[in-house]
């Protein structure tokens, strides 16, 4: 972890960032390059858009990504609780 007084410097979209955080930096560097990614990809495909727009649309896409992970793990755990439930009753069966 990192001192959280401490920056760390990224580059999103050509633009220069002192981030401060208590993440270590190859973690802090990641989650950069994915947002880096992300804004390229939606500039490609867009356009040519304003900066605020490509943010926004990344932000989306972003908070898309989070929430279907969220639901996927979300619907594992239900199964799994099921499964378990399953053999708890077939245990209490024998």
Known sequence: ?????????????GKD???KGNQDE???NK???HVDS???DIATK???????RIAILTALNIADE??????????YIQ???QELQEAVRSAIAK
């Open 66 to 75: 989070m929430y279907r992970e969220r639901q996927r793990f979300d619907e």
């Open 1 to 13: 972890m990192n001192d959280p007084s401490e920056k760390i410097k990224v580059m999103i979209f």
């Open 31 to 33: 989650l950069a390059k």
């Open 46 to 52: 867009t356009g040519s858009i304003s900066f605020e």
């Open 38 to 40: 992300t804004m390229q």
């Open 17 to 19: 960032y002192e981030i």
């Open 79 to 81: 199964k799994l609780e």
């Open 26 to 28: 190859e973690y802090i």
